[in-house]
């Protein structure tokens, strides 16, 4: 079965300040991986994604992740955080047939000081 | 306009009440999903639908009932509402040529009182 783990429930940084969000998973395969972001009152939207090819992955709003499959992570990266940047984040995976359905991890909120 | 859209916003309800959330999509997608999010549990599935007529169960499907009425609407019911039943509630489409992304609406806040 697969899983993901988020071990950071909330994490606080200052504005301009590097950003690292954790996420580790479990699938017997080479998965598909997701990072969402959820804004307050809005739906997820999708930041990036891999599925294949290159390990480090750029995304939207500056935002990059890096596969490994070593350590079975895919830990979410951001060099300057800004104050909009204050959000849920939720890493996800999936099969890689495409044949199935995405875990997602239990998320970590982002908290931006000035 | 929105490609995932989610009627109500919000519903307070009480507890034995029958509701229904609905959610349509123009995205075009074969594949929907039910979640329902509540605070330090991220989000759990509740039903996804690959086609019309493929409905499946999720983790935590008691006490919830879907309709997939077409490809575009994909409804939750929630036969007699209990409070804990209280959370937030997205609707998620895919589209099975793709890599697994998906797309989520606004969400549904339903309380049940």
């Known amino acids: 079965a697969q899983s993901v783990t988020q071990p950071d429930i909330h994490i606080t940084v200052s504005e301009g300040a590097s950003l690292e969000l954790r996420c580790n998973y479990s699938y017997g395969a080479t998965p598909y991986l997701f990072w969402y972001v959820q804004s307050p009152g809005q739906g997820l939207q999708l930041l990036l994604k891999?599925?294949?090819?290159?390990?480090l992955v750029q995304g939207i709003k500056g935002f990059e992740a890096e596969f490994k499959r070593s350590q079975s992570s895919f830990n979410l990266r951001k060099p300057s955080v800004h104050w909009s940047d204050a959000a849920e984040y939720f890493c996800a995976v999936g099969p890689n047939t495409n044949a199935g359905k995405s875990t997602f991890g239990d998320g970590t909120t982002l908290t931006v000081k000035p | 306009d929105a490609d995932v859209t989610q009627t109500p916003r919000n519903r307070i309800t009480k507890t034995g009440k029958r509701i229904m959330l609905e959610c349509s999509q123009t995205?075009?997608?074969?594949?929907m999903y039910w979640y329902r999010q509540d605070p330090g549990l991220g989000l759990r599935l509740i039903y996804y639908?690959?086609?019309?007529?493929?409905?499946n169960k999720g983790e935590i499907s008691d006490g919830y009932s879907v309709s997939r009425q077409a490809q575009a609407k994909f409804s939750l019911s929630l036969e007699s509402a209990i409070p804990n039943q209280t959370a937030l509630y997205f609707c998620?489409?895919?589209?099975?040529?793709?890599?697994?992304?998906?797309?989520f609406g606004p969400g549904t806040r339903l309380t049940v009182l």
């Open positions: 891999y599925f294949s090819g290159d390990t």
């Open positions: 998620a489409t895919s589209d099975i040529r793709g890599s697994g992304e998906q797309f």
């Open positions: 639908s690959f086609d019309v007529k493929d409905i």
């Open positions: 995205k075009g997608h074969d594949r």
